[in-house]
């Protein structure tokens, strides 16, 4: 009925760049946050960055002023651009969407696949 899919992991040197997209699609009624997790294994999912509706980010404090967030509401679609990377952000990227579907009565968060970002040289 709703489906996030995101795209744009992959494997990148130390000091690239990448961006991440993740696109909400089906039977939606509306979105408020959306925002973009990791996990790597044995370690808890972690926020990494999430955006309001109205445009207004937060970041974890690892990524300050490497990673942005950005969203574009009339396609129901997140992005992430990261710059800078460093091997401490390999992990697999979770894209999160706080949404109200056509067919429910409240905001649900949903989560796509996840993709793999690999930073190593």
């Known amino acids: 009925q709703v489906q996030l899919v995101e795209s744009g992991g992959g494997l990148v040197q130390p000091g690239g760049s990448l961006r991440l997209s993740c696109a909400a699609s089906?039977?939606?009624?509306?979105?408020?946050?959306m925002g973009w997790y990791r996990q790597v294994p044995g370690k808890q999912r972690e926020l990494v960055a999430a955006?309001?509706?109205?445009?207004?980010?937060n970041y974890a404090d690892s990524v300050k002023g490497r990673f942005t967030i950005s969203r574009d509401n009339a396609k129901n679609t997140v992005y992430l651009q990261m710059n800078s990377l460093k091997p401490e952000d390999t992990a697999v990227y979770y894209c999160?969407?706080?949404?109200?579907?056509?067919?429910?009565?409240?905001?649900?968060?949903?989560w796509g696949q996840g993709t793999q970002v690999t930073v190593s040289s």
């Open positions: 955006i309001t509706s109205g445009g207004s980010p």
């Open positions: 999160n969407a706080d949404l109200l579907p056509t067919y429910g009565i409240r905001y649900q968060s949903y």
């Open positions: 089906g039977r939606i009624l509306s979105i408020r946050a």
